[in-house]
């Protein structure tokens, strides 16, 4: 959708007046949180709208506008607001009412976006790719192992938006291990940010150790003893799953760094230190991804060996047979041959001698191809 579309569709709202009937609409339908495993994915795109004032949560008052309002007039706490896959017309208010950029709401919707940060005057947007992993019996060539899906988030002074597209990346657990620390939460939106950056990459950390174990098996399976029968479809699909999460992964490197060393005035300083933990720990997922990318290639590269090695020894027990079987075929081809005058044919003792020499040539043939391993 283009700029000029959004803005549109931000005013065919009627400013914050559209807002508030979106709002006492979607409180007429049961708010389930969405970013929560254990609750019902039926309700509005309005997962949760919490405020949090010196990092301890407070009821609830009125819809959205009256919360933001209250918050900015009183210059305490911060919004956080949480989407699970809004629509256009669900987003517009929202973005009118929080002043967000027009480009970042286009990305917000759309989804499919490459990991990054972005800032728009006051306001900082980070996209995070999430991955989760896909238990399954059995590797096969067609077995899905890595899923993903979005978080793109919204840090302005006083509020925190997250928009969330894909059925996993919860964020239900991870507000409530925040509201625990009151004292990590009273640091503001920037708390909340780096919160969600540690929950992703941690998540990378978690699909990489389940990945070794599927590179383990199919390196246990190739130099097996019918390691040249194992099908190379396998390691193709773990190919492609790894390069689906090295897509979410290695993008995310550069955001993190400008979080850890540049100052933004949407971060708090104290929190910068945390975000170069976090991403410590996304260059260890970067690191074990280049790893198995190599693992795999070398893998596939032993698998084409045996393939070769077996297509090769195939080759000389054919050979050895073939050349064994040639020494009664040349015989019986000579004395096949219609001649009137050939001595061995009268010879009392002519077929006889004939059988065990073809035998005792075949034997030492068969000797010969035995000790040198051909047979």
């Excluded at 949180?33 to 039926?42: E, F, K, M, T």
């Excluded at 509005?44 to 900015?72: I, K, M």
């Excluded at 992703?200 to 070794?212: C, I, R």
């Amino acid at each position: 959708m283009s700029m000029a579309g959004n803005l549109r569709k931000v005013t065919s709202l009627g400013g914050v007046g559209g807002l508030r009937k979106v709002a006492r609409l979607a409180r007429r339908r049961p708010r389930v949180d969405l970013s929560h495993p254990a609750r019902s994915p039926l309700g509005s795109s309005v997962v949760n709208c919490v405020t949090y004032r010196e990092g301890v949560r407070t009821p609830a008052r009125g819809d959205l506008v009256d919360t933001v309002e209250r918050v900015r007039k009183s210059r305490e706490g911060f919004v956080w607001l949480g989407l699970h896959e809004p629509t256009d017309q669900e987003f517009a208010g929202i973005a009118e009412l929080f002043d967000l950029h027009p480009l970042a709401v286009e990305d917000a919707i759309e989804a499919h976006q490459r990991p990054k940060l972005e800032r728009y005057d006051e306001t900082l947007f980070a996209v995070f790719k999430t991955v989760c992993y896909v238990e399954h019996e059995e590797l096969t060539a067609t077995s899905e192992v890595v899923n993903t899906g979005e978080i793109m988030v919204f840090v302005g002074a006083d509020f925190v938006i997250t928009v969330r597209h894909g059925r996993h990346g919860s964020l239900g657990p991870l507000r409530e291990e925040l509201e625990s620390d009151p004292g990590q939460l009273a640091k503001g939106p920037s708390a909340v940010l780096h919160a969600i950056a540690d929950h992703v990459v941690d998540d990378y950390l978690t699909v990489t150790d389940a990945v070794q174990g599927d590179i383990d098996q199919v390196e246990t399976d190739v130099f097996s003893e019918a390691g040249a029968r194992a099908d190379p479809g396998r390691i193709y699909q773990l190919k492609r799953e790894l390069l689906e999460l090295k897509r979410a992964v290695v993008p995310l490197s550069r955001p993190l760094e400008d979080l850890a060393t540049r100052p933004i005035r949407a971060v708090d300083p104290e929190i910068q230190a945390y975000f170069r933990d976090v991403s410590d720990h996304l260059l260890r997922a970067k690191e074990q991804i280049a790893a198995f990318d190599e693992l795999l290639n070398s893998i596939l590269q032993a698998h084409l060996a045996q393939v070769t090695v077996a297509q090769n020894e195939d080759m000389r027990k054919i050979t050895a047979w073939a050349a064994i079987v040639a020494v009664p075929t040349m015989v019986c081809g000579v004395y096949g041959m219609n001649f009137d005058h050939m001595p061995e044919l009268h010879w009392r003792y002519g077929y006889g001698m004939v059988i065990g020499v073809i035998s005792v040539a075949c034997l030492a043939l068969y000797r010969g191809f035995r000790r040198s391993g051909w047979l």
